[in-house]
């Protein structure tokens, strides 16, 4: 079983849609960060959020962290393709150490 | 600055060999980590590796071993090739873990 569940894992909507993404974990993590990764290369990070309810904005992207800190939210508005790719939430605990979730291949048509 | 980079992109290994993955850190970062990505599992955390001793390690056989060197150089070693051994692999360097690079991988295919 994943520590942190992600949902959807697809998701295929047209430009200029919305979207959310979840990630969800019966387990408290000290700070969850969340990733794009693209075709042929290693996940980039996009932000980190450590307090729980902490809200963080990069441009047309919003993350939540839950109150408990067990679970987050990426929210899109007005997809583009270059929003195109997989995005992976992880969630580090005690021993430093990373814990990803099965990540949400996201496809935006033009 | 220079990211991380991965050598070989692409590899082809049959059952039974071994393999060793190499990848240069972003000079100055201290830690280095390994994940093996799949279809199936997702990203999953292999070991990681500060100052060149192992700090932690996850669910994996023995078969699977890492090394880190002094030149912002490291290894990762998978012994005794199984199918279910093909996959992304990938390192990450960081200053402190809570800001990871990734590197673009290494994929492996074992026949």
């Known amino acids: 079983t994943q520590l942190l569940e992600q949902s959807p894992q697809f998701l295929s909507i047209q430009e200029g849609e919305n979207l959310t993404v979840y990630c969800n974990s019966s387990?408290?993590?000290?700070?969850l960060q969340w990733y794009r990764q693209e075709p042929g290369e290693g996940p980039v990070l996009l932000v980190t959020?450590?307090?729980?309810?902490e809200v963080k904005k990069l441009k047309r992207l919003t993350f939540q962290f839950g109150d408990a800190r067990k679970d987050s939210s990426l929210h899109i508005t007005a997809a583009q393709p270059g929003d195109t790719g997989l995005y992976l939430c992880?969630?580090?605990?005690?021993?430093?150490?990373?814990?990803f979730g099965q990540g949400t291949r996201l496809t935006i048509n033009p | 600055k220079a990211g991380v980079t991965q050598t070989p992109r692409y590899l082809i290994k049959t059952r039974g060999q071994q393999v060793t993955l190499s990848c240069s850190s972003i000079?100055?970062?201290?830690?280095v980590s390994w994940y093996q990505q799949t279809p199936g599992q997702g990203l999953q955390f292999l070991f990681e590796?500060?100052?060149?001793?192992?700090?932690n390690k996850g669910n994996f056989p023995g078969r699977f071993s890492g090394r880190q060197f002094s030149n912002s150089r490291s290894e990762m070693n998978v012994s005794t090739l199984e199918l279910g051994d093909s996959a992304l692999y990938l390192c990450?360097?960081?200053?402190?873990?809570?800001?990871?690079?990734f590197g673009p991988g290494t994929r492996l295919l074992v026949l």
């Open positions: 000079s100055g970062h201290r830690s």
């Open positions: 959020v450590v307090t729980g309810g």
């Open positions: 387990s408290v993590f000290s700070s």
């Open positions: 992880a969630g580090i605990q005690g021993a430093q150490k990373l814990v």
């Open positions: 590796y500060f100052s060149e001793t192992q700090r």
């Open positions: 990450a360097s960081s200053w402190y873990q809570e800001t990871q690079y």
